[in-house]
Each structure stands twice: as C-alpha cells, then as structure tokens.
C-alpha cells in the first residue's frame, strides 16, 4: 500500500475511533458507488441524523489545510454516493454532511477538528 494510502487509512481509522467516543455509530466504512465512496457513514448520538462524513488527513508540515481538499467536484461526488446510499437503504432520517481533519502521524497524538455541517449540498450542485 502507497504511503499516502496508509495514511489515509489511520486517518480514517482515528476519524472513527473519535466518533465513537463522541457517541455516534459506524455504520458504514469506506462504503462506494461506482467510483464514488464515502469514508465514514455514521448515525448521530440522538439516531436522528445520518452524518456522511469526509476524512481528510496530513501531515503536520502540510503548506494546506486538509479541508480545502474538499472542492465543489468532491462535494458533487459525495452527494451522489450519499443519493445513493439513502435510496439503497430507504434512509428516512435527517442527513448531514461533515469533514472530520486528522493532522499528525502514526505515533503521535493527532489534531482533530470536525466540521458538523460542513456544507449544504443544494447549495453546491
């Protein structure tokens, strides 16, 4: 596995982790459509809402903010996927789409920051 892949994998991986400590549930991981995929599918704390959430993870040298990755063209993308995913399993709950920021490495304690509601998807498409 390329590097960035592994690290990318332990970013997810520490993304998830804190959602569960937060009180969410997983319910999905790396779940795709086609070529699109969402990292982390989750239900709130309260089960009223579906979080479909993008991990982005860096290092700590990293000139850019992991969270300007997420561009209009990624949004697009998990949206659809998101359709998808909530047409597949007859979703009846609120949605919400957040970015959850992994900043460090294997080893070290990570900074994280997670954007709940990070966009509104009928305003990007």
Known sequence: MARHNEMGKWGEDVAAAYLR????????RDWRSGKRDIDIIA????????????????????????EDAVDAVKIRNLCVA???????HGVEEELRFDIITVVGTRGCEPRIEHIEDAFNPLLII
Request: proline share 8%; hydrophobic share 40%.
């Open 43 to 66: 239900l709130t704390p309260d089960s009223l809402t579906v979080v479909f959430v993008e991990v982005k993870t860096r290092l700590p040298d990293s000139a850019t903010a992991p």
């Open 21 to 28: 400590q937060k009180g969410y549930v997983i319910r999905e």
């Open 82 to 88: 998101a359709d998808n995913y909530v047409k597949m």
